[in-house]
């Protein structure tokens, strides 16, 4: 009797070491690991693969895998007081510092007025122009509307001559408020990405809204069509209005989904915190 329990426990084992063997080859065939191991280190594999460029925003970096992705097209939206100027413009000064052309588009803020407020935190850009790697844009809503008919227009003109790597355009919220009907609106802006794109420039551009209020429909089209959406939050918590900074979408990367507060500092601009908002601003949000 004895001896069979323990011819019967071999058998056993023996047909578990089968099991496990055709388990593993079929799972070496399919790609597929246990609980989909490999599956996670083939996308973490090509996610590394993606040249990123760096925003030159303390501690943002760090939790979108080292930077935006190269050639992208991001959308920073933010209500006023947020700093969505300050953000855009420490962009470039990081591609200041790699000794790449950037170009700066406004639609309101004049070169003058700009240059100054910048000064205020620490930034020369006036020596950055002199220095033939800074450039300024004024334009207007309407241009670019003749900019786009006409396939690129004084914009292309800079970029490819002057080997613009980085651009920010501030804001693109009076070039959507040009359109009457959605339809049109959305083909605009898929020409505006797409002309973008065809620069192999990096852009980032900003849009006037609070996140937790404004719901405007224009918002979404463009949110939806960007390649990264990060929001700027400016709320008061008990006492005092606060800033915080939320990565909602960022495609092909494996970015944080917390919120982050943060400070705009002298000479270093926008400093988002290493330490996530432990609270929630859904309370503050109208529905």
Known sequence: MIKKKVAAKKVTKKI????KKKVVKRAKKTSVGFYGASQCSKKRKSRNSIERVPTGIVNLDRIIEGGLEKNSTNLLVGGSGNGKSIFATQFLI???RKKEAVLYVSFEEKKTEFYLNMLELGWDLEKAEKDGKFFF??????KIRTMLEEGGGDIETIVLTKKIKRIAIDSITAFVMLFDRDVEMREKTLALFSLLRSWTCTSLLIYERDPLIDKRESSRILEFEADSLILLYFTRI??????FLEV???RGTDHSTNIFPYRICRGAGVDVSRKPYPGSLHK???K
């Open 16 to 19: 578990k070491k089968v099991v």
């Open 94 to 96: 990081e591609g200041l």
């Open 137 to 142: 844009l004024s334009y207007t809503p309407e």
């Open 238 to 243: 008990n006492k005092e209005r606060e800033r």
């Open 248 to 250: 909602y979408k960022m």
């Open 284 to 286: 503050f949000q109208i």
